[in-house]
Antibody, heavy 121, light 110 residues
Framework: EVQLVQSGAEVKKPGESLKISCKGS????????IGWVRQMPGKGLEWMGI????????RYSPSFQGQVTISADKSISTAYLQWSSLKASDTAMYYC??????????????WGQGTMVTVSS | QTVVTQEPSFSVSPGGTVTLTCGLS?????????PSWYQQTPGQAPRTLIY???TRSSGVPDRFSGSILGNKAALTITGAQADDESDYYC??????????FGGGTKLTVL
């Protein structure tokens, strides 16, 4: 079974760093783009960026470029979303998702369960 | 930046048919935008319904179909059921590996 399992909920203070994870299983992790989607409380989905774990080629939405870092460790089939200095406005649910095939034009088809990040002083 | 537009809300009667649309603030949606559709109920992760304009994801009933209607992508639900009451999001491919979600449509079945 193809699945993505995300790390657990986090509660952090403004200015702290954070790295959340998304572990893929049941498929060849290196040959599918995997990405991240933000959902702020009560709001819609926002596409953040994607990574190709085979060569770490990464694309970011202009809205998130420079705000977060997407990375992957193909040796353990895990993708990451990282912040160096969290803000209260980063409070949201974050979903990872896998593209249905190996092209950047291939939409997400498999989703993780989500990781809730709460940033509060 | 290009904005992807969706109806904020829609309602449909049980057993009825509804078509939700996905457009652009400037220009027309074509298959080159690889429109995809997702369903999300409160507290749940999104579920993929349609990708690449009209391909149903695994396990999605054929009551859900995707198309291009005029200058927009469209998601049509036929024989609406109570558990179709959800938020529906489209996403469009903007090129260079970048996608943009629409604001979502809240569908009520009543």
């Amino acid at each position: 079974e193809v699945q993505l399992v995300q790390s657990g909920a986090e509660v952090k203070k403004p200015g702290e760093s954070l790295k959340i994870s998304c572990k893929g299983s049941g498929y060849s992790f290196t040959t599918y783009w995997i990405g991240w989607v933000r959902q702020m409380p009560g709001k819609g989905l926002e596409w953040m960026g994607i990574i190709y774990p085979g060569d770490s080629n990464t694309r970011y939405s202009p809205s998130f470029q420079g705000q977060v870092t997407i990375s992957a460790d193909k040796s353990i089939s895990t993708a990451y979303l990282q912040w160096s200095s969290l803000k209260a406005s980063d409070t949201a649910m974050y979903y990872c998702a896998r593209a249905y095939s190996g092209g950047t034009q291939d939409a997400f088809d498999i989703w993780g369960q989500g990781t809730m990040v709460t940033v509060s002083s | 930046q290009t904005v992807v537009t969706q109806e904020p809300s829609f309602s449909v009667s049980p057993g009825g048919t509804v078509t939700l649309t996905c457009g652009l603030s400037s220009g027309s949606v074509s298959t080159s935008y690889y429109p995809s559709w997702y369903q999300q109920t409160p507290g749940q992760a999104p579920r993929t319904l349609i990708y690449n304009t009209n391909t149903r994801s695994s396990g999605v009933p054929d009551r859900f179909s995707g198309s291009i209607l005029g200058n927009k992508a469209a998601l049509t639900i036929t024989g609406a059921q109570a558990d179709d009451e959800s938020d529906y999001y489209c996403v469009l491919y903007m090129g260079s590996g970048i996608w943009v979600f629409g604001g979502g449509t809240k569908l009520t079945v009543l």
